[in-house]
Each structure stands twice: as structure tokens, then as C-alpha cells.
DNA sequence: ATGTCATCGCGTCGATGA
């Protein structure tokens, strides 16, 4: 008797809709039970609704024009509980980064799932760089609030952040970057410190494991690539991982994200 | 050193973000 099991990836996919042919060949590939999407580059009505429920999945969108936008697919029963991240003084966060849904996953267990897309905060020096420091801090707070339940918890995305040098191909070609600076990736280890578990590092931990590769300069052919897609889960979470997997051939395939898919499998 | 890609606007290219 198996018990029950769910597989859960990440894909910042860079336009959701120029992505749509390489998305829909993983999903039929890949068949995860549920996926955070990053960077839809869409508001909601643009979302290709009709082409992922085709493919099985249900979706909720937090999308917007041009620019972030995130959504979580489920071919199991979810439902949405949070868009955006709470700032504590009322406000909202302008750019759409955040989304959290509760999973119910077979035999009576729900996972909560967070899909976060975390600002890139380039270049240095400039409130984009601020603005980065301040929303890891907001994260911070609200994951604090998410860890008091003691729930399964998978906090999936594109974290633009390289927690070690060996995640990267040259860590002093970084050195002057927002996604290697000391306070990104501190705040990163805060989080962890918290309770949580990086995924990748608890079952494989190899250095050179890159999940994007840029578009420019050759970065793929290169392999000058940097490990930037993250799982982070909580206790419940972590003691039902069960393996860890990035789907780097998918970047070099036709019309590619510079971003490939990682996923996780979780057996309760 | 960027050998790139995607979006938008009022547009057949430049600006912007990554």
C-alpha cells in the first residue's frame, strides 16, 4: 500500500504565455501535482485559463501587466488563501510576488503551499535593492505567523537569492550582484534559522546545481549557471520529503525559459 | 565585453527589466 504522495515544482517560466508550448510539454512530462509559477508577465484575464484546465489543472492567478505576476496550478482539490504579501501598515505590495493556497492531499492531509517570486534588487545602491531587504523582511514576519500553525508548509519559488559560491559558476562575477550580496543572503539563512528546511540542500546539497542559466553571453553552452529556485519547508513539511529534482534538460529545449522546473516530492 | 528575451507604447525601434 503506497501512501499518499505529492509532487510539487516550481518554474519561474519569464511570460507564462511565451512559454505556454515548453509548459504544457513538462506538465504532460513531468505530471506534478501542483506548480508555482513565477513571472506570468500577465494580468489575470490574459492567464491561458482554458489550456492548463485542458491539461488537467485547476489555477489561481495573482497576475499583472508586463511585469511578476504569480499562479498555482493543482490537479488536486486548493483553495486560495492569501494574494500578496500583508506590509503590517495597511498598505499593499504594488508588485504581484505572493500567493498562498491550501492543498487537500489524499487521505486527509493538507499542505499549504506559498508561491513566491522575490525581487531581483538590481543594481545595487538604488531603492530596488531596498525594496528587496524590505520584502524579505515582510516574508519573514508572515512565514513566523505560517510556522505557529505547524503545518505542513512548502514555501516554493524563485527566491533570487544564491545561498553558497558553490551555487554559482564564478562567485566573483557575482560579487557586485543584488542575488549574492551578504545581506540577501543572510536574510535567506534568517528565514531557514527560523525552522525551515532548503529541500534541495536536505537530500542532494551538490555544488553547480543551477536551476537559471541567463540568456546572454553564452551562460547555458557555458553552464555558467546560479541555483536560485528554492523550496523552504517547515518541519511537517521537511520530515515527509522525499526527494528533490531540477529539470535542466528543459533548458535547452525550443523557445526555453532562462529558469528551469524544480520539484519536490512529499510522501505522508 | 555581455553573444538574449519579453513586454509595452502608438509602433516597424527604444526603453525597461531581468
Given at each position: 500500500?503506497?501512501?499518499?504522495?505529492?509532487?510539487?515544482?516550481?518554474?519561474?517560466?519569464?511570460?507564462?504565455?511565451?512559454?505556454?508550448?515548453?509548459?504544457?510539454?513538462?506538465?504532460?512530462e513531468?505530471?506534478?501535482?501542483?506548480?508555482?509559477?513565477?513571472?506570468?508577465k500577465?494580468?489575470?484575464?490574459?492567464?491561458?485559463?482554458?489550456?492548463?484546465?485542458?491539461?488537467?489543472?485547476?489555477?489561481?492567478?495573482?497576475?499583472?501587466?508586463?511585469?511578476?505576476?504569480?499562479a498555482?496550478?493543482?490537479?488536486?482539490?486548493?483553495?486560495?488563501?492569501?494574494?500578496?504579501?500583508?506590509?503590517?501598515?495597511?498598505?499593499?505590495?504594488?508588485?504581484?510576488?505572493?500567493?498562498?493556497?491550501e492543498?487537500?492531499?489524499?487521505?486527509?492531509?493538507?499542505?499549504?503551499?506559498?508561491?513566491?517570486?522575490?525581487?531581483?534588487?538590481?543594481?545595487?545602491?538604488?531603492?530596488?535593492?531596498?525594496?528587496?531587504?524590505?520584502?524579505?523582511?515582510?516574508?519573514?514576519?508572515?512565514?513566523?505567523?505560517?510556522?505557529?500553525?505547524?503545518?505542513?508548509?512548502?514555501?516554493?519559488?524563485?527566491?533570487?537569492?544564491?545561498?553558497?559560491?558553490?551555487?554559482?559558476?564564478?562567485?566573483?562575477?557575482?560579487?557586485?550582484?543584488?542575488?549574492?550580496q551578504?545581506?540577501?543572503?543572510?536574510?535567506?539563512?534568517?528565514?531557514?534559522?527560523?525552522?525551515?528546511?532548503?529541500?534541495?540542500?536536505?537530500?542532494?546539497?551538490?555544488?553547480?546545481?543551477?536551476?537559471?542559466?541567463?540568456?546572454?553571453?553564452?551562460?547555458?553552452?557555458?553552464?555558467?549557471?546560479?541555483?536560485?529556485?528554492?523550496?523552504?519547508?517547515?518541519?511537517?513539511?521537511?520530515?515527509?520529503?522525499?526527494?528533490?529534482?531540477?529539470?535542466?534538460?528543459?533548458?535547452?529545449?525550443?523557445?526555453?525559459s532562462?529558469?528551469?522546473?524544480?520539484?519536490?516530492?512529499?510522501?505522508?
Amino acid at each position: 500500500m503506497t501512501q499518499p504522495a505529492l509532487t510539487i515544482a516550481t518554474f519561474n517560466v519569464n511570460s507564462v504565455n511565451a512559454r505556454l508550448p515548453n509548459l504544457l510539454a513538462w506538465l504532460a512530462e513531468a505530471g506534478p501535482d501542483v506548480v508555482c509559477l513565477q513571472e506570468l508577465k500577465c494580468e489575470d484575464a490574459k492567464f491561458p485559463r482554458e489550456a492548463i484546465e485542458d491539461a488537467g489543472y485547476s489555477a489561481i492567478v495573482h497576475g499583472q501587466k508586463t511585469y511578476n505576476g504569480v499562479a498555482i496550478l493543482s490537479r488536486l482539490p486548493m483553495e486560495e488563501a492569501r494574494r500578496g504579501l500583508p506590509l503590517g501598515d495597511g498598505e499593499e505590495d504594488p508588485q504581484a510576488r505572493y500567493l498562498e493556497a491550501e492543498i487537500s492531499v489524499p487521505g486527509g492531509w493538507m499542505v499549504r503551499v506559498a508561491c513566491l517570486y522575490c525581487p531581483n534588487g538590481n543594481p545595487l545602491g538604488t531603492d530596488k535593492f531596498a525594496y528587496k531587504l524590505r520584502w524579505m523582511e515582510r516574508l519573514q514576519g508572515h512565514v513566523q505567523g505560517l510556522l505557529a500553525l505547524e503545518e505542513p508548509l512548502v514555501l516554493a519559488g524563485d527566491w533570487n537569492i544564491i545561498p553558497r559560491p558553490e551555487d554559482c559558476h564564478d562567485p566573483a562575477a557575482w560579487a557586485g550582484d543584488a542575488l549574492f550580496q551578504p545581506e540577501s543572503r543572510a536574510a535567506w539563512r534568517r528565514l531557514l534559522n527560523l525552522g525551515l528546511t532548503d529541500a534541495f540542500m536536505a537530500v542532494d546539497g551538490a555544488a553547480h546545481a543551477y536551476t537559471f542559466w541567463d540568456y546572454q553571453a553564452g551562460a547555458w553552452p557555458k553552464d555558467n549557471g546560479i541555483r536560485i529556485d528554492h523550496f523552504a519547508l517547515s518541519p511537517q513539511a521537511a520530515d515527509a520529503l522525499e526527494s528533490v529534482q531540477i529539470w535542466r534538460p528543459v533548458r535547452g529545449r525550443e523557445k526555453a525559459s532562462d529558469h528551469v522546473p524544480v520539484s519536490a516530492r512529499l510522501s505522508f
